[in-house]
């Protein structure tokens, strides 16, 4: 398990603390048309190659997750009860941000509390989801699952960071169910 480099940023949010690890991207340069399409060079950064692969390669969580648990044990040592996840968007076999909280609080020796959270309705993906509409519908559709958080210290994990929409949301609903504290982390940022 390799730890790889970042550069972590504070997120302002509706929790105790929280941070983005990285970047996604780190440049891109248009490089000419395949047929009507526009190309690109992207060049990520190394934890957002990671966390690309991940998503729409079958790439591994490892190094993702060692550098995540690095952090958390450098910031917050001791201070976690749980990790939570983000109910998805879209349906996938493996959901990349359910391996990556599955891999960290394996290795934090937390429990991974899944249904504390849900999402009755599926929505699009929020990246396709105009900005003002975002908050009315992610409050209509993320709601209070099974699973207790309350008096907990919890880690929201997520992957991607855009403009904070679901993981304020997320946080919110977490606070309603009584979580002692949230945490977030998410690993990389597009914005």
Same mark, same amino acid.
């Given at each position: 398990?390799?730890?790889?480099?970042?550069?972590?940023e504070? =997120?302002?949010?509706?929790?105790?603390?929280?941070?983005?690890?990285?970047a996604?991207v780190?440049?891109?340069?248009?490089?000419?048309? =395949?047929?009507?399409?526009?190309?690109?060079?992207?060049?990520r950064?190394?934890?957002?190659?990671?966390?690309?692969?991940?998503?729409?390669?079958?790439?591994?969580?490892?190094?993702?997750?060692?550098?995540?648990?690095?952090? =958390?044990?450098?910031?917050?040592?001791?201070?976690?009860?749980?990790?939570?996840?983000?109910?998805?968007?879209?349906?996938?076999?493996?959901?990349?941000? $359910?391996?990556i909280?599955e891999?960290?609080?394996? $290795?934090?020796?937390?429990?991974?509390?899944?249904?504390?959270?849900?999402?009755?309705?599926?929505?699009?993906?929020?990246?396709?989801?105009?900005?003002?509409?975002?908050?009315?519908?992610?409050? $209509?559709?993320?709601?209070?699952?099974?699973?207790?958080?309350?008096?907990?210290?919890?880690?929201?994990?997520?992957?991607?960071?855009?403009?904070g929409?679901?993981?304020?949301?997320?946080?919110?609903?977490?606070?309603?169910?009584?979580?002692?504290?949230?945490?977030a982390?998410?690993?990389?940022?597009?914005?």
């Amino acid at each position: 398990m390799a730890i790889v480099e970042v550069h972590p940023e504070s =997120i302002d949010g509706p929790w105790t603390e929280g941070f983005v690890l990285d970047a996604h991207v780190v440049s891109t340069r248009p490089i000419g048309y =395949i047929g009507e399409h526009l190309r690109f060079d992207i060049v990520r950064s190394p934890l957002g190659e990671l966390v690309y692969r991940l998503k729409y390669d079958h790439g591994s969580p490892i190094d993702i997750v060692g550098t995540a648990v690095a952090f =958390i044990e450098d910031r917050w040592h001791g201070a976690l009860d749980c990790v939570v996840f983000p109910p998805p968007s879209l349906y996938r076999t493996k959901q990349p941000v $359910a391996v990556i909280a599955e891999g960290v609080a394996s $290795a934090l020796h937390v429990p991974l509390v899944t249904d504390a959270l849900v999402k009755p309705v599926a929505t699009p993906q929020m990246k396709t989801v105009p900005i003002p509409e975002r908050v009315p519908l992610l409050s $209509a559709t993320i709601h209070r699952g099974n699973d207790s958080v309350k008096d907990k210290r919890v880690l929201l994990i997520d992957d991607m960071w855009e403009t904070g929409s679901t993981l304020r949301r997320v946080a919110e609903v977490l606070g309603y169910l009584g979580a002692a504290e949230v945490r977030a982390l998410v690993m990389t940022r597009t914005t």
